[in-house]
């Protein structure tokens, strides 16, 4: 069993980045400029905005944090959005999921401009992905899909299992895992799915992405799979000072010596999606210089 270790795949793609930066600033050109709105206080959000916000920092980019109380009107944030999508300064942003109830949050995706949606999540950004088009890719698919290929995991006629199928996961991954180039067939599974240990069994690729810790045990997998995990549900924990712990969707320590590969939670693919924001802001940086 080899252990995927994205902290380390994630720091090697965000130096070459760092690379192509100073290469950019080199030739007098402007860094590119990540912008993140925060609404609200949600634990997991802040956490995931501050590594975004250090991200930026250490690959050269500018960053713009803009904050706002969960009581902002849905109006509110929606003016906040068409400012940013007409600010020459900003190559890219993102509001960060999710929203308070009040806020319809397809709403807020669709009124982002898709020439800066570096989340990939706007529908004209989706629909390119289906048609094969280049385009702004979820930054959770992608750094799977950079994962699997930096270890060389095999995956041309592989059957490959996605658990969920979200927009913002599932689905796209699962347009990425069977396109030309990597070539696997996929199979999408969800709540209604009957014999899903039988499909899970037969899988060589198994992605669980559906929010439910310790889903994924060991009679699922059949030995020598590769295990990608993306959940990263807080749970209590008194092991710890924050009094929480981060567990993923696979029951780790009894699936683990099954596999070929596995991802560790945290440590796997949650330094992806943010290497994968960092090189969709590049990206967005490069189509407006031109």
Not at 159 to 184: E, F, T, W, Y
Request: aromatic share 4%.
């Amino acid at each position: 069993m080899q252990l995927i270790d994205g902290k380390k795949t994630s720091a090697e793609i965000k130096q070459e980045i760092a690379d192509e930066v100073k290469n950019m600033v080199a030739a007098g050109k402007k860094a590119p400029l990540l912008a993140a709105v925060l609404v609200g206080h949600d634990g997991g959000s802040e956490t995931y905005v501050a590594h975004k916000v250090k991200s930026c920092e250490e690959v050269g980019f500018g960053s713009r944090l803009i904050r706002f109380e969960d009581d902002i009107t849905e109006e509110q944030l929606l003016k906040t959005v068409d400012e940013l999508n007409n600010d020459p300064e900003v190559d890219g942003f993102i509001v960060q999921l999710p929203l308070p109830k009040h806020i319809n949050e397809q709403k807020i995706i669709e009124a982002i401009n898709p020439e800066k949606d570096v989340d990939g999540f706007h529908p004209t950004n989706l629909g390119k992905l289906v048609a094969g088009l280049d385009t702004f890719v979820s930054a959770t698919p992608m750094g799977i899909v950079d994962l699997i290929k930096r270890y060389k995991i095999e995956t041309a006629g592989k059957h490959c299992v996605i658990i969920g199928r979200s927009n913002i996961v599932g689905r796209p991954l699962s347009i990425l895992m069977s396109q030309k180039g990597i070539d696997a067939t996929v199979t999408v599974c969800h709540s209604r799915t009957e014999n899903l240990k039988e499909i899970c069994k037969s899988a060589d690729i198994i992605v669980a992405a559906l929010g439910r810790p310790g889903f994924v045990t060991a009679d699922m997998v059949k030995e020598g799979a590769a295990i990608i995990d993306v959940g990263t549900t807080r749970v209590k924990s008194d092991q710890t000072k924050s009094g929480w712990k981060l567990k993923g969707d696979v029951d780790f320590d009894n699936v683990a010596p099954l596999c070929s590969y596995i991802t560790p939670v945290p440590g796997g693919v949650g330094p992806m999606t943010i290497c994968s924001l960092m090189k969709n802001t590049l990206k967005a940086g490069k189509q407006r210089k031109k």
